[in-house]
């Protein structure tokens, strides 16, 4: 099956690829690993992180699943309330993130 990844940011929602998948849990687990692999680039490079969510859409632009920053950073960094929120940001973790990132590599 087709699915489309659509990452948003804070202005807007932008069509990144088309990806030909065997089933939704596959193209999730890409988008999370996309997800992650720009996170950790633009933690490098110093640039700021503005994306919320990577969405993950049938081939008529229907979201079928969303990984924000909570489900990116779950399992690698746990703090309370970041899983259940929808970017992080709002938490005032954007610091936290980045320095609790590189500690655990």
Same mark, same amino acid.
């Given at each position: ?6 990452? /948003?940011?804070? /202005?807007?929602? @932008?069509?990144? /690829?088309?990806?030909?998948?065997? &089933?939704? /849990? ?5 988008? %999370? %690993? ?6 950790? &680039?633009? #933690? ?15 081939? @008529?632009?229907? #979201?079928?699943?969303?990984?924000? %920053?909570?489900?990116? %950073?779950?399992?690698? @960094? ?15 973790? &954007? ?5 609790? #990132?590189?500690?655990?590599?």
């Amino acid at each position: 099956m087709k699915y489309q990844l659509i990452i /948003e940011d804070h /202005e807007q929602r @932008v069509a990144a /690829e088309d990806l030909e998948l065997t &089933d939704l /849990e596959l193209a999730a687990s890409e988008a %999370l %690993l996309g997800f992650r692999e720009v996170l950790a &680039d633009h #933690i490098r490079s110093g640039k700021a992180f503005t994306i919320n969510a990577i969405h993950i859409a049938d081939h @008529v632009g229907e #979201i079928l699943a969303t990984v924000n %920053l909570g489900k990116a %950073l779950s399992g690698i @960094v746990e703090i309370h309330g970041l899983a259940n929120s929808q970017n992080g940001s709002e938490l005032g973790l &954007d610091a936290i993130v980045a320095s609790e #990132i590189w500690r655990e590599k």
